[in-house]
């Protein structure tokens, strides 16, 4: 089982933002997705979650073809995001921002949760624990209480994550997760995206910082200019000369 990425393009009018793009992203792996500023990471995965239409080519979840599906469908489908410019809500606690993670696994209906019924009651209490389960997981439990917005910018990408993680996907697609991070919690989440792996799910990674990327990743996707100019394991990702000319231009290379 996999997310796949057939010959996708992007053109936002004379900008070709993906240029056929092919990616796998296997379940219980960490495949890294790097390349330069506007080489057009984030826009591979606002494609994916249907945020953004696809211009040519194909995007399969499993057996299911999402390519043109609304972002709610394919939320449902089991994917979930973060954001590389953050999105939380400021005002709300830790702890409400979770719970709106849940909403894809929310069984009780409406009209039984604003009447109270025990069986609403106990989905909360079950909610609830479960939110507090990945607060715990997360090292943040003590912060459930505090307003979203008055956290570190590291602790906010963590309510991303959890409020991703909520929804219980197969995939997760983490833009650029630890940056404004210090080197002591992008290891501890390292070793959280591991064993998120481990479990089963489906992690595209994107990021800047490549020992991160090379640590987790056994398959790393290269983009330059929409198109993929290399993918491989790290090691040889990272000797390719198109790589190298990329990041620090030709007449370094
Ligand atoms: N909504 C949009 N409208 C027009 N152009 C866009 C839009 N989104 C992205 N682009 C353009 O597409 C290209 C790829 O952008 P994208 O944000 O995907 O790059 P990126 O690899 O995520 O960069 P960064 O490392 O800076 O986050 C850029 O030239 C960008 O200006
Ligand atoms: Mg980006």
Do not use: W
């Amino acid at each position: 089982m996999a997310l796949q990425l057939i010959d996708v393009s992007k053109n936002f009018g004379g900008v070709i933002a993906s240029s056929g793009v092919n990616i796998t992203v296997p379940k219980g792996k960490i495949t890294g997705l790097i390349g330069p500023n506007g080489a057009g990471k984030t826009t591979i995965v606002n494609m994916i979650t249907g945020m953004l239409s696809v211009s040519a080519g194909r995007i399969i979840v499993g057996d299911r073809d999402i390519t043109h599906s609304p972002a709610d469908q394919i939320c449902r489908t089991g994917l979930a995001r973060t954001f590389q410019n953050i999105r939380i809500l400021h005002e709300n606690s830790v702890l409400e921002n979770i719970l709106i993670g849940f909403h894809r696994h929310e069984r009780c209906s409406t009209f039984a949760a604003l009447l109270g019924l025990p069986s609403s009651r106990n989905e909360t209490a079950e909610i609830r624990k479960r939110a507090y389960d990945l607060l715990t997981q997360f090292g943040m439990s003590d912060l459930a209480e505090h307003p979203a917005g008055s956290l570190s910018y590291g602790h906010q990408r963590k309510v991303e994550m959890m409020r991703a993680l909520a929804s219980e996907p197969d995939y997760i697609l983490l833009d650029e997760p630890i940056a404004g991070m210090n080197n002591v919690e992008s290891d501890v989440l390292a070793d959280l995206f591991l064993g998120l792996a481990r479990s089963g799910k489906g992690i595209l990674l994107i990021e800047h910082n490549i020992r991160f990327v090379s640590k987790l990743c056994e398959q790393i996707y290269v983009l330059d200019g929409g198109r993929l100019i290399a993918e491989g394991p790290p090691a040889d990702v990272l000797r390719d000369p198109a790589v190298i000319t990329a990041y620090i231009g030709g007449e370094h290379a």
